[in-house]
């Protein structure tokens, strides 16, 4: 089964809030618990679940497969009472479409910060493979930053907004929020690398013409009996061709020497 590339260490990190969206309850494994989706706003969904979702390990798929999306901005509002490092972790699978610029949407924080801009989660992975986003942001004094954007006022609550953009509507699998530093929060493992050549190769034979031969590769194995090199004929018979013309020759003289 495929297994986080990092470890949680709770002693460096600890999970603030986590929720399944679109569905029940489920603990994964590293054991972060997500509560049920309770949120009232847009529409759950389970399409996903007729898939089995590329990089997630089997027993976490459902954090992939279900979601929550609205035909408008929507999203979830966080009590966080500490201050600190935070990291903001949210779970996407591309279920539905099929292609690029399908669902292109916005992440914001808070109404005024814009994490991420045009997420089309197709463009990035594909479909039906999980991808995760890291938004780090750090509490103090009262106020709050999100990456390296300007720090606004903070009163208690992080809410994580969906913007709907001109393609299709927002969503969101799954969101975990950690108190630590990005670099120790759990990811998934790394997308295989699959190779151009083979990948071509694969294209061309796809698009080829049904009615096509395909070329005979190099040093191609026969089968039947060796012919045999018509030049080795030609060769043999040309020894012969001085003698037959000497004996057409010697035969009518040797009848013209009888006569006389």
């Known amino acids: 089964a495929l297994q986080s590339d990092i470890a949680i260490d709770w002693v460096r990190i600890r999970v603030i809030y986590a929720v399944n969206c679109g569905s029940g309850a489920h603990t994964d494994l ?27 390990a089997p027993a976490d798929q459902i954090l992939y497969q279900t979601e929550r999306y609205h035909v408008a901005d929507f999203g ?17 699978s591309e279920v539905y479409f099929r292609g690029s610029k399908l669902k292109v949407f916005d992440i914001r924080i808070n109404h005024q910060h814009i994490a991420i801009k045009d997420l089309d989660i197709y463009d990035r992975v594909g479909y039906g493979v999980a991808h995760d986003e890291y938004i780090p942001f750090t509490v103090k004094n009262g106020n ?49 690398q699959q190779n151009e050549e083979d990948a071509q190769q694969r294209d061309e034979e796809q698009n080829k013409p049904e009615d096509e031969t395909p070329k005979e590769k190099k040093n191609r194995k026969t ?28 035969v009518p003289t040797l009848l013209c020497l009888c006569k006389l």
Do not use: M
């Open 30 to 56: 590293n054991g972060v618990h997500y509560q049920a989706d309770r949120l009232s706003v847009g529409t759950s969904s389970d399409y996903g679940k007729s898939l089995q979702i590329e990089r997630a």
């Open 76 to 92: 979830y509002t966080v009590p966080i009472k500490d201050e600190g490092d935070f990291v903001l972790v949210l779970k996407f």
């Open 144 to 192: 709050i930053r999100v990456g390296s954007s300007y720090t606004s006022p903070f009163s208690g609550s992080l809410y994580v907004e969906f913007v709907k953009n001109y393609y299709d509507n927002p969503k969101i699998n799954a969101f975990v929020i950690f108190k630590g530093k990005v670099e120790d929060v759990p990811r998934l493992p790394p997308i295989e």
């Open 223 to 250: 089968s039947g009996p060796k012919v045999q090199d018509p030049y080795e004929l030609q060769e043999g018979s040309s020894i012969l061709y001085p003698i037959l013309i000497a004996v057409a020759l010697f």
